[in-house]
Structure formats: structure tokens, C-alpha cells
């Protein structure tokens, strides 16, 4: 079980239709890759987010496959077009099952 | 036509790897471009060896600079967010929190510049670590946080982080001069199989490579400081532990009177700089 977990994203408040805008997004997350033991010699189970998405106004922007060798805090930056106003929505899925989502409006002029 | 082509190929690939790497000496840090950070000024008049005291900031690659420059890509800042949670939570036997008694953490900016500091009614030099513990088990009636650990340096982060932008200003004079004494002996006595003091590395050596790595001034205005390479918070002391290994000795203990009187003296030699932790480093 992963603690501490906090998704964070930056989107720009505004911008022009058609204009393509930086998003930003930052996951507290241990990411253990399975990969190493601890004092005793065991291996410490692998705990990592598996899947990133992110969608506007229900359409898929990215869907990203992630796997063990990605640190701790991942980030994720990435550019869209914005054709209208509208809520992005990002989503991790932990390996645990959690399921983590944020979501941001953006107005277009 | 063929000449020239190939020489001007080989141009970029002498430039591009140069451009990444080494970053302008002459780059301003500011932060969230509001806080104007200081990372060069002229050296306070207790540090001899120095004209100017430089920022560790100023001798990292522009990318491990840029990551500073801005909250939101600061991998430090996550733990500032773990600590204002902390700082919120009532914990102990008299029901109170951080909170309680300061408000918001933004009340106490400032505070993290002139630290460490004398304490009148203990009577000795308090780091802002043993200062959170006196209020954790004095008025929160709560367990103490050990020293360098991560709820401590996570609630040094948030001390630090409010206070950025203010010039470090720290006594060395009155009662804390004995305690400055002892600290500048210990920056100035070798130690180890190496030989080494602080200010062979930091003082006679800045601006050198250790091997692969640009040396500083030592300076600890940015603690506590975001490492790339163990991708956590780490502290002045568990930093000076480190260093003094490197020397290959046997190390004083975190939160011990040598280092406490060494991080008063290594404060004060970068008075004048401005606070700027969490830091981001390599």
C-alpha cells in the first residue's frame, strides 16, 4: 500500500482555441521496482503506478504504460491542443488498485 | 563544400554537449519568478579566505538549476506538502498542533535565516531541528522526531521554504561566539586518512572538479537540499557526516555538539546569501 500519494497537475486557466498548451503533472509514489531487498535479504514487493492517463472532454490526450524502472515522483510533461473549453481529466492506476484522478478546467476565448 | 559541411557538423557536436552541461555563471536564481534569490555577494568580514561567497546553486548544471526555478518542478516542494499536513495534525498530550500556536507556516518567515541560534532560557545553540523538538515535547506533549529523519527534514523544508529570499543573518557573536569558536576550529582541522578539512575542499579548491563533481563553497544556505542521486531531502548534518566519511574518519553523530557549533559557522560564512530550501542539487 502506498502512502502518501498526491497527484498534482498544472494546466494553464486560459488560452486561445487551437493553441497548444503545456500540461504538467507531478505523482507522489515510492515506485519500488521489486527490484531490491531490504536488510534482511527479502525482496520488497514491487508497488508501482502502472498506467497514466489523461483525457479531454472524454477524448484521450495520452495513455502511457509505466514500468518498474520509472523513479520515485514521477512527472509527466506533455502538450495538447486545445480546440475548446473544457476539463481535463488524468487518472493513475496504482498496483494496489488505487485509482488516482484530478481533474482541471481550462476556458478557451 | 564537403569541408566545410564536416566541419561545421563537428562544430554542433562540440557545442551541444557544452551547452547542456555548464551553466552561465553569471545566471539569477529566481524562484516562481517572485522571490529574488541572492547567490553571489561579497563575503561577510569573519570569512578571511573569500571575497565572494557563491550560492551552491550557481555551480550546478543549467538543468538541475531550472528545477528550482519553479514549485511546481522542485521535487522538494512534495515534501513541503507532507509537512503543512503535518503541521495541521493535532499530535501529543495537550491536543495542540503547529498550528495551534504559529498559524500559518508563513508566520514564521524569516525565522529559518538567523538559525542556528542562541537560546537564552536553555542556555545553548539551538538548530531549528532541536527548536521544533523543544515545541513538540515541551508544548505539544508529543514524541520527539529524530534528527535528519524524514518528518523533521520535511518540516525543515517548510520552515525553509517560507523564509526564502531572506538574507541568512546569523549571530556569532555574545553567548553563541564560543560554539562559533569550535565550529570554524572543526572547518579548519583535517581529519581522516585523506588528511582533509572543510576548507581544503571548500575554500582552497572551489570551482575544482572532485573527480566528476564541481566543488562548492560548501555553502548551506539551500539545506535542507533535494538530492538527485538519493532522490530525497537530505540535511546539513547527515551532509556534513558524509563529507567528513569522505575524508575516511570516523564521523561525529548527527545532531551532536560538533556539528550543531559546525553548522552555526558554516551558516555564518554565507551570511548574506539568501535562504533558498528546499534546494535542488545532484
Known amino acids: ?109 | 563544400m564537403k569541408t566545410k559541411l564536416a566541419v561545421s557538423v563537428i562544430g554542433v557536436c562540440l557545442a551541444l554537449p557544452l551547452g547542456l552541461a555548464v551553466a552561465d555563471p553569471n545566471a539569477d536564481l529566481v524562484i516562481n519568478g517572485e522571490i529574488p534569490i541572492t547567490v553571489r555577494t561579497a563575503a561577510p568580514d569573519h570569512v578571511e579566505n573569500l571575497r565572494t561567497i557563491y550560492s551552491g546553486w550557481t555551480y550546478r548544471s543549467s538543468e538541475t538549476q531550472s528545477l528550482q526555478m519553479d514549485d511546481f518542478e522542485n521535487p522538494g516542494m512534495i515534501f513541503v506538502d507532507e509537512a503543512i499536513d503535518a503541521w495541521n495534525t493535532v499530535e501529543g498530550s495537550a491536543g495542540e498542533s503547529c498550528a495551534s500556536c504559529h498559524g500559518a507556516p508563513e508566520e514564521l518567515a524569516g525565522v529559518r535565516a538567523v538559525y542556528p541560534r542562541w537560546n537564552e532560557e536553555a542556555g545553548e545553540v539551538r538548530t531549528m531541528a532541536m527548536q521544533v523538538n523543544d515545541c513538540r515535547t515541551r508544548r505539544m506533549g508529543a514524541e520527539e522526531w529524530a534528527y535528519d529523519k524524514n518528518d523533521m527534514l520535511n518540516m525543515e523544508a517548510l520552515l525553509a521554504s517560507v523564509s526564502r529570499g531572506y538574507p541568512v543573518n546569523v549571530a556569532i557573536d555574545g553567548p553563541a561566539q564560543s560554539m562559533w569558536e569550535l565550529g570554524r576550529e572543526l572547518y579548519y582541522t583535517r581529519t581522516g586518512q585523506l588528511e582533509l578539512s572543510c576548507a581544503n575542499c571548500h575554500e582552497d579548491n572551489y570551482d575544482n572538479n572532485i573527480r566528476a563533481d564541481h566543488l562548492s563553497q560548501g555553502m548551506i544556505n539551500g539545506f535542507p537540499t533535494y538530492r538527485l542521486k538519493n532522490a530525497k531531502l537530505n540535511g546539513v548534518h547527515s551532509r556534513f557526516r558524509g563529507c567528513v566519511r569522505d575524508t575516511r574518519a570516523e564521523t561525529y553523530r548527527v545532531g551532536t555538539e560538533e556539528f550543531i557549533a559546525l553548522e552555526l559557522y558554516v551558516m555564518s560564512r554565507g551570511n548574506g546569501l539568501s535562504v533558498e530550501g528546499p534546494s535542488v542539487r545532484n
Not at chain 1, 70 to 99: L, M, Q
Request: glycine residues 6%.
Open chain 1, 1 to 109: 500500500m502506498a502512502e502518501n500519494v498526491k497527484p498534482r497537475v498544472r494546466v494553464p486557466r486560459d488560452a486561445v482555441a487551437g493553441e497548444t498548451i503545456v500540461l504538467k503533472t507531478l505523482i507522489s509514489h515510492p515506485m519500488e521496482s521489486g527490484q531490491r531487498k531490504d536488510s534482511d535479504g527479502n525482496v520488497i514487493p514491487r508497488s508501482i503506478i502502472n498506467r497514466f492517463t489523461c483525457s479531454f472532454n472524454g477524448e484521450t490526450v495520452i495513455d502511457v504504460t509505466m514500468e518498474p524502472a520509472i523513479s520515485t515522483n514521477p512527472y509527466f510533461e506533455f502538450e495538447a491542443v486545445v480546440p475548446e473549453s473544457g476539463t481535463f481529466e488524468f487518472t493513475w492506476y496504482d498496483d494496489d488498485g488505487d485509482i488516482y484522478t484530478e481533474t482541471k478546467d481550462i476556458a478557451v476565448s
